[in-house]
T-cell receptor, first 113, second 114 residues
């Protein structure tokens, strides 16, 4: 157990809908990262937050957004969902902001029908 | 550009044999490298890391080797067990846009046969 929690574990929704994925980092970690992993693919970095502020952006679509709250938990919002958004979404956390190990949560499996 | 790749997408080994998973990286300025293990349906799990001022680091049954001359990273697993079956990712830390960023490789699937 990495100490990173994610909810929900599974999510099934329809095209055009909006969902919110939640992540709680390890105690003491200030950075949260979001990744997307499609079937048998690598990890695609989406976005990073550090202590409540956006720090780095990767290949995140405009339909996706995220935020980190004062208690350091983070939410990833996915809107106008398309079939191709079906994937595993992982959250990771680290102590500060890069250059160190990221610890991953168990992921949320999203299925868009 | 920045990239981390793997030589072998799938590696099959016999139980008890040693496994070697390879990774090439392109950014000579990368200063920190991590190996992750991802079992089916689970999140990546930290295995071992190494900083660029080292060329070898050992853990429990695992060893990471770093060859900065040829920009190559490898993970050696001794006495491979069925529980080692998973996808293994290497990741390099590099600076992008002024910030440290982990870049992950595509992954190598390790299949351990009895």
């Amino acid at each position: 157990d990495s100490g990173v929690t994610q909810t929900p574990k599974h999510l099934i929704t329809a095209t055009g809908q909006r969902v919110t994925l939640r992540c709680s980092p390890r105690s003491g970690d200030l950075s949260v990262y979001w990744y997307q992993q499609s079937l048998d693919q690598g990890l695609q970095f989406l976005i990073q937050y550090y202590n409540g502020e956006e720090r780095a952006k990767g290949n995140i679509l405009e339909r996706f957004s995220a935020q980190q709250f004062p208690d350091l938990h983070s939410e990833l919002n996915l809107s106008s969902l398309e079939l191709g958004d079906s994937a595993l979404y992982f959250c990771a956390s680290s102590v500060v902001s890069g250059g160190e190990t990221q610890y991953f949560g168990p992921g949320t499996r999203l299925l868009v029908l | 550009g920045e990239s981390v790749g793997l030589h072998l997408p799938t590696l099959s080994v016999q139980e008890g044999d040693n496994s070697i998973i390879n990774c090439a990286y392109s950014n000579s300025a990368s200063d920190y490298f991590i190996w992750y293990k991802q079992e089916s349906g689970k999140g990546p799990q930290f295995i071992i890391d190494i900083r660029s001022n080292m060329d070898k680091r050992q853990g429990q049954r695992v060893t990471v080797l770093l060859n900065k001359t040829v920009k190559h990273l490898s993970l050696q697993i001794a006495a491979t067990q069925p529980g080692d079956s998973a996808v293994y990712f290497c990741a390099e830390n590099t600076i992008s846009g002024g910030y440290n960023k982990l870049i992950f490789g595509a992954g190598t699937r390790l299949a351990v046969h009895p």
